[in-house]
């Protein structure tokens, strides 16, 4: 018997008659013989919803408490969702995190799923039930419940596919698959049939939010087929994330990523010595911010300038953490950042055998005067910073050069 765990995110359980819905897809695949464990995000706007009560009360929530709070989301969903299945006269019974044991670490609010308890799910499937798992949380070593920080619900779904051994992840969202780009932007956008897992990795991190990276980096480790589908439509085939070797016949470059949340930080004037950059970054990363790209030039005089990007939201606590311990600590010039960046990201496998991928990129955007800013790379991918209001520009016109639009 094949086993099947299904991913619905917010907007496809987003009200009442929508959780009926999903529970009458899930009555198709049953009596097709398959087994099936649901995982279900918090209807949509509800996390939203409890983060902003909880700022409220107070201004920086407290996150083992706001753990407590937002995961509450996923635990009205679960069990709609197995009334409406009950409903159908399907057997069926809702587990939250906690209650499965998905164990995590103590990190509040970005928790990382260390091991799952499958017992019970393997004994519930085997007497016939269809089994709902509150996406986005666990609970750790002492008990208290954790999140896997936003998206996570996605998470929770390939972790549980690859602690059951299933035979597919399919997450059901509000697109019908991952597209070359995002649609709102480039109207000739296209579906792709199938992206490697790298590819998603890199489009994921350079922010499409088609699925939340941890996700697919548990599924790439695992080898979970996972596939990504809309819940709104009766058939298709989804976005099927493969492994490269599947996939010998495919464009060179497979997507064009973008992400607006992005901002910039220089260090001025730094001494050029051993321990620098970690005498920089070194407080960063104890704050627990991900830095991005990071740049530092070569050096004249014994000095040099130190660049990286982080996080639009991390901006102001960088800022203060490099001006107040590390420029008085290393007597830096000066330290300066801007946030109204953006970085847009060519991906492919293809690059891996073709050349001249940066040149075109480049030619294409100085033909339009854009300016770029920092540039990174790895073996698939090309990232440039440029200013936020190029952006949409950016994308359109790379878009076109490597011609991923939409032939009619
Ligand atoms: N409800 C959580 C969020 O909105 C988790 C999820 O949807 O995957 O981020
Ligand atoms: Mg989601």
């Known amino acids: 018997m094949t086993l099947i765990v299904q991913k619905y995110g917010g907007t496809s359980v987003g009200s009442t008659e929508r959780i009926k819905n999903v529970a009458r897809r899930i009555a198709k695949f049953q009596s097709r013989g398959q087994q099936i464990v649901v995982v279900v995000s918090a209807m949509s706007g509800e996390t939203n919803r409890l983060i902003a009560l909880a700022r409220e009360v107070q201004a920086h929530p407290d996150p083992r408490e706001l753990d407590v709070m937002v ?35 103590s990190a509040y609010t970005k928790a990382r799923i260390l091991k799952i308890d499958e017992d019970k799910i393997r004994a519930d499937l085997d007497a016939g039930y269809v089994v709902a798992v509150a996406g986005f949380q666990g609970v750790d070593e002492v008990g208290s419940i954790t999140t896997l920080g936003r998206g996570g619900s996605d998470t929770t779904a390939v972790a549980l596919a690859a602690a059951l051994g299933a035979d597919e992840c399919q997450i059901y969202t509000d697109v019908d698959g991952v597209y070359t780009t995002d649609p709102r932007i480039v109207p000739e956008a296209r579906k792709l049939a199938t992206i490697t897992f790298e590819e998603m990795l890199e489009m994921a991190s ?35 994330i493969t492994f490269e070797e599947e996939n010998m016949e495919r464009a060179i470059i497979s997507g064009i990523a973008f992400n607006r949340d992005e901002a910039k930080i220089t260090v001025l004037g730094v001494p050029d010595r051993p321990g620098i950059a970690y005498q920089i970054l070194g407080p960063v990363a104890d704050a627990n911010i991900d830095v991005d790209m990071i740049i530092q030039n070569v050096g004249h005089d014994g000095m040099t300038d130190f660049s990286f990007t982080i996080n639009r939201s991390e901006f102001t606590r960088t800022m203060d953490i490099l001006k107040n311990q590390v420029q008085p600590h290393i007597g830096a010039r000066g330290v300066i950042g801007g946030d109204r960046i953006a970085k847009v990201s060519v991906v492919g496998v293809g690059m891996r055998s073709h050349v001249g991928i940066a040149s075109t990129m480049f030619r294409a955007l100085a033909e339009e005067g854009i300016n770029i800013q920092m540039i990174s790379t790895s073996e698939i991918k090309i990232s440039v910073v440029v200013d936020e209001k190029y952006m949409e520009l950016a994308v359109r016109v790379l878009h076109k050069v490597f011609e991923l639009d939409h032939v009619s």
């Open 71 to 105: 995961s509450t989301g996923e635990q009205v969903s679960i069990a709609l969702l197995s009334m409406a299945l009950m409903d159908l006269g399907i057997k069926a019974k809702s587990y939250t995190g906690p209650q499965v044991r998905i164990l995590t670490d």
């Open 206 to 240: 350079l922010g499409s939010k088609v699925l939340q990276i941890r996700s697919v980096e548990f599924a790439g480790k695992y080898k979970v087929k996972l596939r990504v589908l809309s819940s709104f439509e009766e058939e298709g085939e989804g976005t099927l």
